[in-house]
């Protein structure tokens, strides 16, 4: 979690471009996601240096032995204008072609540009994003999270940033293959994607090779991914989303994760032209989808695909990414997809209609219910993850109530002690795996006939089927308790007799 000396220094950086004649927020933020990127090409051109020098590979992956100038570790050093010369007129370029002009990198960064008017607030930017620790994955997450949470708009299509441990827990969850098609409908800056990405490299790794740095993060050199690498580089990840912004951060996230030519593109998913420009990923293309889809506000019905409101007529877009999803997936595909809590009870015919076509058409796995506070301090809403397989027939479906994740459920969102998600994790893969005795419904994690879930108006919320453990509790005779209280009178007599002795 963001301390409160980072968010000072975010504060900080953020009034200093204010100051400087940069006042609108994307561009604020865009300017410091391009600096904190240049810093975190360096950073990971020295982790593979590193690596290199164990494998034997060539030691240079963004920068070649001409381009040492363009590292941040090198010109962060220079001073006043040679800075930004060198930034505007070398770095900015460099960014630019990184990809490739045909690459789906190069689409989206082919406008970076660099829009700092002045020496000092470069020079100022520089120092403050050098303090920034970036090599965290999950600080770098909230510190981008808490730079969006400045924005008027943050939120408003109800989009927040998943956090790290529940995109593992998802992954873990569908155990994408290296060889299947991984996509998100509505990908943000790629987190789904970057988190199938480090799952494939953290499983396809020589243990020989696997690297522990001094914060005590490991490297993984995804040695083992060799021989899928093209499919890695052009037709494992594909995402959508409808922020030109949030496109842009994927592009720059996934290429420090060894991902150069994702198939990201700019995409409302649940509008009619989704089929029409994006045939083979809107329907039968995925056999891996992973979604925190936006939850909040309607859509017009005209703008939405029919295919969609044929299964669900609603303008709920959390009903109508389910049914998206479903469409997208192939036969035999698979989805973890967070949904809120309403899609689990509600009990409006689009809701209805949405459960039981994902039950009766196809087999529903899991329902993983989530705490409220998980999504804090940017969202209150309460949760739940569908695992869901398309096609094939649901006899039972997994339920289990996550009561917490390892971090507080307060804004404050510090460690704990309490963490479910590896017990929500092992009991899914026996439950898969058809290990166990799953009866109990006293217990965590339980099963739920399909005939049950029909006769319950397929409410699929865990507390509708969860038996409480009622426990005999033994109270003394009357008479005990009587005596009791006479006892304790007679005390309480003698001390006011006592109390009154002393006044007088």
């Known amino acids: 979690m963001i301390t409160n000396q980072l968010k000072n220094d975010i504060d900080s950086l953020w009034l200093e471009f204010h100051t400087g004649g940069i006042t609108n927020p994307l561009t604020v933020i865009e300017q410091i996601s391009f600096l904190m990127f240049a810093r975190l090409l360096d950073i990971e051109e020295t982790r593979f240096e590193k690596l290199a020098g164990r494998t034997g590979k ?45 690459t789906t990198f190069g689409e989206y960064m082919k406008d970076a540009t660099c829009l700092i008017p002045k020496a000092s ?31 008027s708009t943050a939120g408003i299509n109800g989009q927040f940033r998943t956090p790290r441990h529940i995109i593992r827990l998802m992954v873990e969850l569908l155990d994408p293959k290296p060889n299947e098609v991984v996509g998100d409908p509505a990908c943000g800056t790629a987190g789904f994607l970057v988190g199938t990405m480090e799952y494939l490299r953290q499983k396809y790794s020589s243990p020989e090779l696997v690297e522990t740095f001094e914060d005590g993060s490991k490297g993984y050199p995804g040695d083992l991914l060799e021989p ?13 989303d409808f922020d030109v912004t949030m496109l842009r951060i994927a592009a720059m996230n996934l290429m420090l994760h060894g991902v150069e030519n994702p198939d990201i593109h700019y995409q409302d998913t649940l509008s ?14 995925f056999d891996v989808i992973l979604a925190n889809p936006p939850f909040k506000g309607t859509l017009d019905e005209e703008s939405v695909h029919p295919s969609l409101l044929r299964k669900v007529k609603t303008k709920k877009t959390e009903l109508l990414f389910v049914a998206l999803i479903l469409r997208m997936l192939k036969n035999g595909g698979r989805s973890a997809t967070i949904i809120p809590d309403g ?6 015919k689009a809701h209805v209609a949405l459960r039981q076509h994902l039950i009766d058409e196809n087999q529903l796995e899991a329902v993983i219910s989530l705490p409220s506070g998980v999504f804090k301090p940017y969202a209150g809403v309460s949760t739940a993850i569908l695992v869901f397989t398309k096609g094939g027939r649901t006899d039972e479906v997994l339920l289990y109530g996550v009561k917490a994740d390892g971090l507080s459920l307060d804004d404050r969102r510090q460690p704990v002690t309490g963490n479910d998600l590896p017990d929500a994790l092992a009991q899914f893969q026996k439950w898969r795996a058809r290990k166990g005795d799953f009866s109990n419904r006293t217990a965590k994690a339980f099963a739920v006939s399909v ?27 009357p008479s005990v308790i009587l005596a009791r209280m006479k006892k304790l009178e007679s005390e309480i007599e003698a001390d006011m007799t006592e109390l009154e002795g002393l006044l007088s």
């Open 121 to 151: 607030l470069l020079n100022s930017a520089v120092i403050k994003i050098g303090l920034l620790p970036l090599g965290n994955s999950d600080m770098k997450g909230d510190l981008y999270e808490y730079m969006l949470s400045k924005l």
């Open 451 to 477: 005939a049950d879930i029909r006769a319950n108006k397929y409410d699929l919320s865990p507390s509708r089927y969860k038996e409480s453990v009622q426990e005999d509790v033994k109270f003394d005779p």
């Open 343 to 348: 899609v689990l009870f509600g009990s409006s």
């Open 58 to 102: 060539a030691p240079h992956k963004y920068f070649s032995p001409d381009q040492q100038s363009l590292r941040w570790k090198n010109w962060s050093e220079y001073g006043g204008e040679e800075m930004l010369r060198h930034v505007r007129d070398l770095v900015f370029p460099h960014l630019r072609d990184l990809g490739g002009k045909d």
């Open 272 to 285: 009619k032209n989704f089929p029409e420009r994006f045939g083979k990923q809107a329907e039968d293309g």
């Open 228 to 240: 899928y690498r093209e499919h890695i580089q052009n037709g494992l990840f594909h995402g959508f």
